[in-house]
């Protein structure tokens, strides 16, 4: 029989979760009827292109309004940019209307658990299937951080999901988002997918598909989006990444920098809050329960509606040549994918511990990478990169 204890820790770790909304949020009253962003609304053009970006375009011989009116659709191996150093991800104002968010799909072969190989001496026994529970509403009270992540790839539009984690550069005023690599680039065979963007407490009030047949886009966005102007992810990622998670899995983790297709305020000001990220989690065996949220997608879900899962972790071995991996019964199924996973440290507070990458097709389970140095230099970097902008 599985301990109680898991569901016991459970508790206390759903309110600790829910104790991050702050009043910044939008109120009861009015939170499909003016997204907060919108206070600082009126700034500079938020459709035009900073001199960075056209130049990098034009470096790979793409006309940066051509970009803007259609060429991104352009998926020629020539123009599907890879490297670290080119991501570009211009805002192209209006792009991700409600429907398009809707239709978005989730990346399903990145959840299909693969060929799982790995060393069987340090794999735990496969958890108990964790029946996904809906996240109370509005979603900005109980889960203020989560929220959904879109883009585009060659199959179309996609949909994971995300986290705003706190920013040291920048202390409460973070722009920063986590989420999994294979959210931002299709590792080995390809390259950075493109029109980033992330939606905090998507649906907030987790209306259905029928209620939102005729939604204004403040119901579905009560924030507004937040394109990504700056992305990383992991070197063995970007490397060793594929569709089924590959040997990139224990590494499939990226960090966002996004700034507001409208507007100035700081993604955690509009928020309420952020979370910050642990990397130096204990070992599994010390953990009592990690809690995972995020937004199925991928049937039985639709995508709409918040989700959370809470266990007892155990430890999933790829490959014997990489790290382990954290692993949690949970029946949430892609479009979950790049979801925070939480832990309550040794201080009683609340972090980021791990991301949702891989999980079998028949979704009893869910595994994320263990966050430790590289994870660490991946998000350095990414803060002292933001320090200056």
Same mark, same amino acid.
């Given at each position: 029989?599985?301990?109680? /204890?898991?569901?016991?820790?459970?508790?206390?770790?759903?309110?600790?979760?829910?104790?991050?909304?702050?009043?910044?949020?939008?109120?009861?009253?009015?939170?499909?009827?003016?997204?907060?962003?919108? !206070?600082?609304?009126?700034?500079? +053009? @938020?459709?035009?292109?900073?001199?960075?970006?056209?130049? &990098?375009?034009?470096?790979?011989?793409? $006309?940066?309004?051509?970009?803007?009116?259609?060429?991104?659709?352009?998926?020629?191996?020539?123009?599907?940019?890879?490297?670290?150093? +080119?991501?570009?991800?211009?805002?192209i104002e209006g792009l991700w209307k409600p429907d398009r968010m809707k239709s978005a799909k989730d990346?399903?072969?990145?959840?299909?658990?693969? !060929?799982?190989?790995? +060393?069987?001496?340090? &794999?735990?026994?496969?958890?108990?299937? =964790?029946?996904?529970?809906?996240?109370?509403?509005?979603?900005?009270?109980?889960?203020?951080?989560?929220?959904?992540?879109?883009?585009?790839?060659?199959?179309?539009?996609?949909?994971?999901?995300?986290?705003?984690?706190?920013?040291?550069?920048?202390?409460?005023?973070?722009?920063?988002?986590?989420?999994?690599?294979?959210? =931002?680039?299709?590792?080995?065979?390809?390259?950075?997918?493109?029109?980033?963007?992330?939606?905090?407490?998507?649906?907030?009030?987790?209306?259905?598909?029928?209620?939102?047949?005729?939604?204004?886009?403040?119901?579905?966005?009560?924030?507004?989006?937040?394109?990504?102007? %700056?992305?990383?992810?992991?070197?063995? %990622?970007?490397? $060793?990444?594929?569709?089924?998670?590959?040997?990139?899995?224990?590494?499939?983790?990226?960090?966002?920098?996004?700034?507001?297709?409208?507007?100035?305020?700081?993604?955690?000001?509009?928020?309420?809050?952020?979370?910050?990220?642990?990397?130096?989690?204990?070992?599994?065996?010390?953990?009592?329960?990690?809690?995972?949220?995020?937004?199925?997608?991928?049937?039985?879900?639709?995508?709409?509606?918040?989700?959370?899962?809470?266990? /007892?972790?155990?430890?999933?071995?790829?490959?014997?040549?990489?790290?382990?991996?954290?692993?949690?019964?949970?029946?949430?199924?892609?479009?979950? @994918?790049?979801?925070? %996973?939480?832990?309550?440290?040794? $201080?009683?507070?609340?972090?980021?511990?791990?991301? &949702?990458?891989?999980?079998?097709?028949? @979704?009893?389970?869910?595994?994320?990478?263990?966050?430790?140095?590289?994870?660490? +230099?991946?998000?350095?970097?990414? @803060?002292?990169?933001?320090?200056?902008?």
């Amino acid at each position: 029989m599985r301990s109680i /204890r898991p569901l016991l820790a459970a508790t206390g770790l759903v309110a600790a979760l829910a104790l991050t909304a702050t009043a910044c949020g939008p109120s009861e009253d009015n939170a499909a009827d003016k997204p907060a962003a919108a !206070d600082s609304a009126g700034g500079k +053009d @938020s459709g035009s292109l900073s001199d960075g970006l056209a130049d &990098t375009l034009k470096k790979h011989g793409v $006309d940066p309004e051509k970009w803007k009116n259609g060429e991104w659709k352009n998926w020629d191996k020539d123009k599907w940019l890879r490297e670290a150093k +080119d991501f570009v991800n211009p805002v192209i104002e209006g792009l991700w209307k409600p429907d398009r968010m809707k239709s978005a799909k989730d990346p399903a072969k990145t959840m299909a658990a693969g !060929d799982l190989s790995g +060393d069987q001496g340090v &794999t735990d026994p496969e958890p108990a299937p =964790v029946e996904a529970e809906r996240e109370k509403t509005p979603y900005h009270d109980y889960a203020a951080p989560v929220g959904k992540v879109f883009f585009d790839s060659p199959e179309g539009a996609m949909v994971c999901s995300g986290t705003v984690v706190k920013d040291p550069e920048n202390p409460g005023r973070s722009n920063l988002v986590w989420t999994a690599g294979h959210c =931002v680039h299709a590792g080995s065979k390809g390259g950075w997918y493109r029109n980033i963007v992330f939606v905090p407490a998507y649906n907030d009030r987790g209306k259905s598909a029928a209620a939102l047949e005729n939604a204004q886009p403040q119901e579905i966005a009560p924030y507004g989006a937040y394109w990504a102007d %700056w992305a990383t992810t992991s070197g063995e %990622w970007l490397a $060793d990444g594929g569709p089924t998670g590959g040997e990139g899995a224990p590494y499939d983790y990226a960090v966002l920098h996004v700034k507001p297709e409208k507007g100035s305020k700081s993604l955690e000001e509009t928020v309420g809050n952020a979370l910050p990220v642990d990397f130096d989690a204990p070992e599994v065996s010390k953990i009592s329960a990690m809690g995972a949220w995020g937004y199925p997608a991928a049937p039985p879900y639709n995508g709409l509606i918040m989700h959370k899962c809470v266990d /007892r972790p155990g430890r999933l071995s790829v490959s014997p040549s990489t790290p382990t991996m954290y692993r949690i019964g949970c029946t949430m199924t892609g479009g979950s @994918s790049g979801g925070g %996973w939480f832990s309550e440290g040794s $201080d009683g507070k609340l972090a980021l511990v791990s991301n &949702t990458s891989i999980g079998p097709v028949t @979704s009893g389970w869910l595994a994320g990478p263990h966050l430790g140095k590289g994870a660490q +230099d991946v998000f350095t970097a990414m @803060s002292k990169r933001s320090g200056s902008q």
